[in-house]
């Protein structure tokens, strides 16, 4: 296995410039991905691994995700300089690739139900709400071109696999929401508004969550069919964007039994 | 008003100190707060603040938030370095303050609701996880000892003032299953245990949640009269700890009404 140690390798330079840029990952149509388990999930949904970058330690390290590696088209040992490059997380575990972004498996299902996020700007939220969705069976998720990007590692890695097996669509929201044929929910801090526990999500129906500072803006809800609300007993004044997500998420799959 | 300009002000180093240890600000019944809006949720929950620090631009800002200066004790100008030197945000307002640890407010209500978070290790999420249970309705929130601290500026950010609302306590969690009397459910990820939407929360009963990782152990387990899960149509492994936590919190207040 060719081994890489300096910093100024190419190949260095090329995994840095995808894990930091959006450009670089939209110019390049790749992106990068860091840690065993997301390795090996990436390999499982058929991600097309470029390359993979690991640690004599990793190598060692006896894990069964290793296993993965065999879909795997180039392999490099990296060591020193190299190697604490490649490490964007706080407990690196060695193990780094360079992946090709996959086309989009997304398709509307006429009678499927969906979450639209629009305009959300934390990672941390994207990826946890892809999770969640993914796990409580939602058939995909609408991501708003103005969110932030879905192939950066915060999300994936906050996203744990299901960025790659949940059909996500990035899509400028709007001319989605016309075009769709989805009944659409703008979820809303207003007392006023329809409550989610009088509310039944008919099939093909998108659960849209807005901004984590301000919400949807009046536009925004303007192009939604309906309006729907979590009414709050206690002070607080508002969700997280991801738990309010969670409940909308609950509440749909629970419809659809 | 008096104004600091050096990085080495006593009153800067105390602040650094408490806003990066645990242990000092054990020792000193101390935590620091940053924000405009944190440092009125403080006052307004009655919260004693020994010292706010504003910068100039903050002060004229015009903010309403700043009416709540009226209940601080003493306030301070800050100004180069030392201004600096207090921001701990990523977009920091130039507003600082050191307030007193309250006495916890928390009592067992025989025929409360509770969330307990038992060796939880992110400050975002037990923060998330207090406002949720406050904007529910739950009646407080049983942090176990070795979970992250309370009062570390995280937990207080990602809590938007619920944690000054919210009657939290921090004891031991095995003896405050033992002694509270309360029904106690551990939330587990296993398809074999009573499903949630099967599950009766009873009044006077604790929803335990463990560590990210992890879960709660065989041995937590233990420690719990009932176990209780959430069901999984995806294909995802597990839940977010924050996420999992909302879903039980909302069913739960949902069986309150």
């Known amino acids: 296995m060719e081994e890489i140690r300096s910093k100024d390798n190419p190949r260095v330079q090329l995994y840095m410039k995808l894990a930091s840029q959006k450009k670089a990952r939209a ?3 790749k992106f990068v991905l860091e840690g065993f388990k997301l390795l090996q999930e990436a390999v499982l949904s058929g991600i097309e691994v470029e390359a993979a970058y690991l640690t004599r330690e990793s190598l060692e390290s006896g894990r069964e995700e290793l296993e993965a590696l065999s879909g795997v088209r180039q392999a490099f040992l990296v060591s020193g300089a190299a190697a604490g490059r490649l490490a964007q997380s706080r407990s690196p575990q060695g193990v780094y690739a360079v992946c090709k ?3 989009s498996r997304f398709a509307v299902n006429p009678a499927g139900k969906y979450i639209g996020l629009w305009g959300l700007q934390d990672p941390g939220n994207v990826g946890t709400v892809i999770r ?3 796990a409580l069976g939602m058939d995909g998720v609408v991501l708003s071109e103005g969110s932030c990007d879905l192939y950066s590692l915060k999300v994936l890695r906050a ?3 299901s960025a790659f097996r949940l059909p996500v669509l990035v899509t400028p929201m709007e001319a989605f929401l016309r075009e769709s044929g989805l009944t659409s929910f703008a979820s809303v801090v207003d007392t006023s508004a329809p409550s989610i526990l009088d509310t039944r999500f008919p099939p093909g129906c998108i659960l849209l ?3 984590e500072g301000n919400g949807l803006s009046d536009e925004q809800v303007s192009k939604c069919t309906h309006r729907v609300t979590i009414p709050m007993k206690g002070r607080a004044e508002s969700f997280n964007a991801a738990m309010a997500a969670t409940i909308f998420i609950w509440e749909m799959a629970r419809g659809m039994d």
Request: glycine share 20%; charged share 20%.
């Open 159 to 161: 996203a744990m696999g």
């Open 132 to 134: 969640t969705a993914d």
């Open 101 to 103: 972004i996959p086309e």
């Open 27 to 29: 110019q390049e149509g």
């Open 209 to 211: 969550i807005g901004n």
